[in-house]
């Protein structure tokens, strides 16, 4: 079983900063198989990022991913208000899901 | 637009069942395979099953393994979660979530049900 850990816990930045989060994955596989989501308090997931860099419909573009084997990015490039939430990796294959931990991204 | 719509948490004591419920629209249901996800209280997103899209297959996370069933009924458009000998480490947000036709990931998420266990 693949484990994901995600660093940093919590992220402090302030508005217009570039916000870098990392997903470290316990052993190496295909890039195709890693997705970004973020959450706010109280709402669902909503997915930003899947196989690795590709952004989902209606994400804007400072959103990015990147990466590949056992060390995967998610960047936004500048942070607006609405940005501030949980994100979580996951790693997809048939018949096995895993999340990360989550990162924490709050305003400084 | 995709809609997914959870039903059916509550307050259960430990040893009790509960059955969730998930009713999609928006999209042709029998086409899409379907997962539930839970979290827990403060904490992170842990998958815990999924069925293909005719129901001919399923997967479970060891945790649930024996005591969750997850079906559907593509004719009425909805996702179940039958829970059975529910402990107080069940308690979560049980999310239905929608996995990708292009691929594993999940493109479209519910709102989510609570689902309390406790005496």
């Not at chain 2, 129901?55 to 969750?68: I, L, N, P």
């Amino acid at each position: 079983e693949i484990v994901l850990t995600q660093s940093p816990g919590t992220l402090s930045l302030s508005p217009g900063e570039r916000a870098t989060l990392s997903c470290r994955a316990s052993q190496t596989f295909s890039s195709s198989y890693l997705a970004w989501y973020q959450q706010k308090p109280g709402q669902a997931p909503r997915l930003l990022i899947y196989d690795a860099s590709s952004r989902a419909t209606g994400i804007p573009d400072r959103f990015s991913g990147s990466g590949s084997g056992t060390d995967f990015t998610l960047t936004i490039s500048r942070l607006e208000p609405e940005d501030f939430a949980v994100y979580y990796c996951q790693h997809y294959v048939t018949s096995l899901w895993t999340f990360g931990q989550g990162t924490k991204v709050e305003i400084k | 637009e995709v809609q997914l719509v959870e039903s059916g948490g509550g307050l259960v004591q430990p040893g009790g069942s509960l059955r969730l419920s998930c009713t999609a629209s928006g999209f042709t249901f029998s086409s899409y395979w379907m997962h539930w996800v839970r979290q827990a209280p403060g904490k992170g997103l842990v998958w815990v099953s999924r069925i293909n899209s005719d129901e001919s297959s399923t997967h479970y996370a060891d945790s649930v393994k024996g005591r969750f069933t997850i079906s559907r009924d593509n004719a009425k458009n909805t996702l179940y979660l039958q829970m059975n000998s529910l402990r107080a480490e069940d308690t979560a947000v049980y999310y239905c979530a929608r996995r990708s036709g292009a691929g594993g990931f999940f493109d479209w998420w519910g709102r989510g049900t609570l689902v309390t266990v406790s005496s």
